[in-house]
């Protein structure tokens, strides 16, 4: 099977493999040097994962309906507390 650019995988493909991460991490015997491929792996593929959340973002337009029952187009927007890791 052919190896996919971390850049080329679909949010899903992604959020899956940062799961994989996470178990491997934490539930296999891994060497310090592996570990910290395993880490840094996972930090760019949860940096890819908001990079496609932000994306996303920027597309969503909530559909409100307006005094008149007309449908008025709005952007969408979320507040997100940044906690620190």
């Keep these: 099977m052919a190896r996919v650019k971390k ?3 679909t ?3 992604a959020i ?3 799961e994989e991460i996470v178990y491997e991490i934490e539930d296999k015997d891994l060497s310090l040097e592996d570990t910290i491929v ?3 792996e996972g930090m760019e593929l949860a940096n890819l994962c908001n990079k496609k959340l932000d994306e996303a ?3 969503i337009n909530v559909l409100l309906k307006g005094e008149n ?3 008025i187009e709005q952007n969408f927007t979320v507040e997100v ?3 620190a890791f």
Excluded: C, P, V
């Design 7 to 9: 850049d080329e995988l």
């Design 11 to 13: 949010f899903e493909e």
């Design 16 to 18: 899956k493999r940062l």
């Design 38 to 40: 395993k880490f840094k």
């Design 57 to 59: 973002e920027r597309k």
């Design 69 to 71: 029952q007309e449908l």
């Design 81 to 83: 507390e940044n906690d």
